[in-house]
């Protein structure tokens, strides 16, 4: 049975900083709905019991950044593939910071550093909800991926802007991600 909260308990802290994956979600006005899988330790972060933080690193695109110009409406999604079934979503507002951002510069601490950040997403939180999470299967972690940090790091600074100039200046519908100052 699904329960609401206003904000983030201290038990569904601890559910949320034992989970290996979240699952992020964001839509504009127009255009295809995005839903990205994001994983890789210490890249969540809970501020408070209202906002969290993640950090985007390089991908295929720059979905999230385009969608949260748009409309900033965001679901972030936990479930638990391990021990007790929970599933739980942040619904929010965010915001979109790029390292030229005072913001960016205000919150990187909480982060380590990755090859091939691209931004932090600060995440406003209205409401929180819980369901049951039956139907989600028991899965085993084995462990983290390395192939995005190694290939960060081969590509260095001056390479992992290029990409970006390439492929996360606009979203897959032609949305503006600001990834570069205008």
Known sequence: MAKFYTEITPELQSFIEEQKIFFVATAAAKGRINLSPKGLADTFKIIDENTVLWLNLTGSG?????????????????????????????????AV????????????HHFPEIPGTRQIV??????????????????????ERQQLNSWAEKQGKERIEKYWKE??????????TKIFRE
Do not use: W
């Open 122 to 143: 600060e995440m406003t939180i209205d409401s929180v909800q819980t369901s049951c999470g039956y139907a989600v299967p028991f899965m085993d972690f084995k462990e």
């Open 97 to 108: 910071y790029h390292e030229r951002d005072t913001q960016f510069q205000n919150y990187k």
């Open 167 to 176: 492929k996360n200046v606009k979203s897959i519908d032609g949305l503006e």
């Open 62 to 94: 720059n979905e999230t950044a385009a969608h949260v110009l748009q409309n900033n409406r965001m679901t972030i999604m936990f479930c638990s593939f391990e021990g007790k079934p929970l599933i739980l979503r942040l619904y929010g507002t965010a």
